[in-house]
C-alpha cells in the first residue's frame, strides 16, 4: 500500500529524544545557571513598580535601625547609671524616647512589609500561569513521560507556596535589607573597638553560607527522586480520596490495600529526608561553635579594653549589646544568603522549564483539497516511548474521504492508541499515516489538530459555564451554534432546566452552585463541543457515548447520519450493534487488524467479531427477559 507524498521535513518528536537523560538535561537546562543572572531576571519587573523599590527601601532603613536603637538607648542608660547624680526621670526619658523610637520603626517596618506581600504574589503568579500555559501546551507524550515529569515537576516547587521558591526570594531579599543594614550598622561600630570582631563576623558568614549551600546543592541533585516520590504520593492519595471511588473503597474495605502501597513510598520519603537532615545537623554543629567562639573572643576582646581603659563602662555595656545582635545579625544574614541560593536553584528550573519549547517543531506539509479527508495507514507499528512492548504490530488501514469507519476490538486492543496516533499526540515508532496523500509526520502540529473534531473517552468537563466548554474558549463565542450542538447531543432539554442556562457555571471547583453532570451528559457535552468546531474534516470518537443507554447511543448516532456529511468518520465503540450504521468494521485484536467489512458481512462470517456480537446480543436479550 505504498503513497507518493509531498517531500517536507517531518515534525520533531520530543518525547522520544528527550528520553535520554543527558539529552534532556542538555536541552531543558542549556543557559548556564548563575545567581545573579537568576536574580537579575527576577528583579526586571520588580525594578519596574516603583512602590515595590521605594517600599524596599523603606523597610531596609526601618527595620535595621532598629537593633542600632537598642545600642543607643544601653549606651545612655548605662551612662545615666554611671553618672553622679543619676535620677530616675532621666533614665525614665531616655526609655521613653526608646520606646517611642522603637514603636514607629517596628511599625513602620511591619506596615511596609504585610502591605507589600501582595506586590510579590501577583508576580508569581504571573509566572505560575506562564508555567501552567506551558505545561497545557507541550507535547501530550511528554506529559506521560515518568522521566520528564521528574525533572520538571520542580517548577510548581518555585511558584506553589508564598514562603519558598520564587515569592519566598523575593521575601528573603525585602527582608535581607534591614538585614544588612544592621550589620553594617554594628560591624562598623564594633570595628571601632577591635576590626577582628568584624571581620571574624564576615568570615562566618562566609563559611555559613557555603556550608549551606553544599546542603542546597546536596539537596537540588536528588530532586527528581524526591520529585518522583511526591509525584506518587500525590497520585496515590488523590486516587484514595476520590469521591467517586469512595463506595468501592468502602464497601469492599480496600483501604487497607492503599496503605500497603503507601507504606514503602512512605519508607523512601522519610529515607529521602533523614539523608537531607544528617547533612543539615553534621554542618550546623560547627556553625554554633564558631557562633559561640565570636560571642566569646569578641567579650573578651571588650573587657581587655574595658580593663586598659580605652573603653568606658558605658561604652562596654554598649559594645557587649552590640556584640551580641552583631553575632545573630550576621547568623540571620547567612542564613538568608543561603535561602536565596536555595531557592532560586528551584526558581532556576522553572524558567528553564517556561523557555524551553515542548511542543514538537518542524513540518512544512499542508492537506490538500476541502472537505473529507482520505486516511491510511502504512504498516504502522508503535510502543510508547520508554516500552518495548508494541501497542501496533504492522497495521495497515486506509479509510476513503467520507467514509464512517468503526473500530472495534476488546480491551487494549490498541484502539484508543490507533487514534492517538491519528491526531498526532504521538508518531509512529515504524510506518506512516497519510491524510490525503500527505505524511502526517510532516504537518505542522496546529494544522493536524485543526483537521479533527475529536471525543475521547475520558469526559472531564473544565470549571467554565456550559458554553465555553462547548466553545472551547471565552471569546466570540457563538450562541446560536453552543445551541444547536447541544440540541443535537441531546442535552439542551438539560440546559434550559437550568436557572442560567448555558451560561451556567460547571463543577463546584470556583463557583459553589457549578453544575455536576451525570456520565452520560458530560459525554452529550463532549460530543456537542466536537460539532461545535468548525472547519473540521474527519470526526474521530472513541467510545463517546460508552456512559449511555443504548436507546440514547442510537438516537445520537442517528442523528450523526446527516452532521457527517462532508466529513470522513472513525467511531471506536465496544457495543458493536451500534456500529451497525458505519460503512466498515475494522476488527483490532492484539494490535492487528484480523478483520474488516461490513457489519452483515462480519456477522455472516465466523470469527472473533461474530462471537462478540452474539455474546453482547444474548446478554440484551436476557436483559429484555
Not at 48 to 72: D, F
Not at 195 to 215: E, N
Not at 390 to 405: D, K, T, Y
Not at 578 to 583: E, L, V
Amino acid at each position: 500500500m505504498s503513497q507518493t507524498t509531498q517531500v517536507a521535513p517531518q515534525r520533531s518528536n520530543l518525547a522520544v529524544e528527550l528520553l535520554d537523560q543527558d539529552r534532556r538535561k542538555a536541552y531543558l537546562h542549556s543557559r548556564p545557571r548563575k545567581l545573579m543572572n537568576t536574580l537579575a531576571r527576577m528583579y526586571r519587573p520588580v525594578l519596574k513598580n516603583r512602590r515595590l523599590v521605594a517600599a524596599s527601601a523603606a523597610y531596609a532603613l526601618a527595620a535595621g535601625l532598629l537593633p542600632l536603637l537598642g545600642v543607643g538607648v544601653m549606651h545612655t542608660l548605662a551612662g545615666l547609671l554611671a553618672a553622679p547624680g543619676a535620677t530616675p526621670r532621666g533614665m525614665l526619658l531616655a526609655a521613653g524616647i526608646y520606646a517611642l523610637g522603637f514603636f514607629v520603626l517596628s511599625a513602620a517596618s511591619t506596615l511596609l512589609k504585610n502591605r507589600n506581600y501582595t506586590g510579590f504574589a501577583s508576580l508569581r503568579i504571573r509566572l505560575l500561569n506562564a508555567a501552567l500555559d506551558r505545561e497545557m501546551t507541550m507535547d501530550y507524550g511528554l506529559f506521560e513521560s515518568p522521566g520528564f515529569m521528574d525533572d520538571v515537576g520542580g517548577w510548581s516547587r518555585a511558584l506553589s507556596s508564598n514562603n519558598a521558591g520564587l515569592e519566598g526570594t523575593y521575601h528573603k531579599i525585602f527582608e535581607m535589607g534591614g538585614t544588612l543594614v544592621s550589620a553594617l550598622g554594628l560591624g562598623a561600630l564594633l570595628a571601632l573597638a577591635s576590626p577582628w570582631i568584624t571581620l571574624a563576623g564576615l568570615a562566618f558568614v562566609a563559611v555559613t553560607y557555603a556550608a549551606q549551600a553544599h546542603v542546597s546543592r546536596y539537596k537540588h541533585a536528588r530532586r527528581e527522586e524526591l520529585s518522583r516520590l511526591l509525584r506518587q504520593m500525590d497520585n496515590l492519595s488523590r486516587e484514595a480520596a476520590d469521591f467517586r471511588a469512595g463506595k468501592d473503597l468502602r464497601l469492599y474495605d480496600m483501604a487497607g490495600r492503599f496503605r500497603a502501597t503507601f507504606a514503602p513510598l512512605l519508607q523512601a520519603n522519610r529515607k529521602l529526608y533523614k539523608a537531607f537532615t544528617q547533612r543539615e545537623v553534621q554542618l550546623s554543629v560547627p556553625e554554633s561553635l564558631a557562633l559561640a567562639a565570636i560571642d566569646l573572643a569578641g567579650a573578651l576582646l571588650l573587657a581587655r579594653g574595658y580593663l586598659s581603659g580605652r573603653i568606658t563602662l558605658a561604652q562596654l555595656v554598649m559594645l557587649l549589646t552590640a556584640l551580641s545582635l552583631f553575632a545573630r545579625t550576621m547568623q540571620e544574614l547567612a542564613g538568608q544568603l543561603a535561602a536565596i541560593k536555595d531557592q532560586t536553584r528551584y526558581v532556576d528550573d522553572t524558567m528553564d522549564f517556561i523557555d524551553a519549547d515542548l511542543q514538537s517543531r518542524g513540518g512544512t506539509g499542508s492537506v490538500p483539497g476541502t472537505g473529507p479527508v482520505e486516511v491510511i495507514f502504512e504498516d504502522v507499528s508503535f510502543h510508547y516511548p520508554g516500552h518495548d512492548k508494541l501497542v501496533l504490530e504492522h497495521l495497515s488501514l486506509r479509510i476513503p474521504a467520507g467514509q464512517r469507519c468503526a473500530l472495534v476490538g476488546v480491551n487494549g486492543a490498541g484502539k484508543t492508541t490507533l487514534v492517538k496516533l491519528l491526531c498526532g499526540l504521538y508518531l509512529p515508532t515504524q510506518g506512516r499515516i497519510f491524510i490525503n496523500g500527505v505524511d502526517a509526520a510532516t504537518i505542522p502540529q496546529e494544522q493536524l489538530f485543526a483537521l479533527f473534531g475529536t471525543v475521547f473517552q475520558e469526559v472531564e468537563p473544565l470549571a467554565f459555564t456550559i458554553a465555553e466548554n462547548v466553545a472551547a474558549t471565552d471569546r466570540d463565542i457563538d450562541r446560536a451554534r453552543v445551541e444547536q450542538s447541544l440540541k443535537t447531543a441531546g442535552l439542551w432539554d438539560k440546559v434550559c432546566s437550568l436557572p442560567r442556562g448555558m451560561d451556567s457555571p460547571m463543577l463546584k471547583v470556583v463557583e459553589e452552585d457549578g453544575v455536576i453532570l451525570s456520565g452520560g451528559e458530560n459525554q452529550k457535552l463532549m460530543i456537542a463541543r466536537a460539532l461545535y468546531r468548525q472547519g473540521t474534516r474527519m470526526m474521530v470518537m472513541d467510545e463517546p457515548t460508552a456512559a449511555l443507554d443504548a436507546l440514547a447511543e442510537q438516537k445520537i448516532y442517528q442523528e450523526f447520519d446527516s452532521l457527517l456529511s462532508g466529513r470522513t468518520a472513525l467511531f471506536i465503540s465496544h457495543r458493536l450493534a451500534s456500529t451497525r450504521f458505519c460503512d466498515r468494521i475494522v476488527l483490532l485484536d492484539g494490535g492487528r487488524i484480523t478483520q474488516q467489512g461490513t457489519h452483515e458481512e462480519l456477522v455472516a462470517r465466523e470469527g472473533l467479531y461474530r462471537r462478540m456480537f452474539l455474546t453482547q446480543g444474548k446478554y440484551y436479550q436476557e436483559e429484555q427477559a
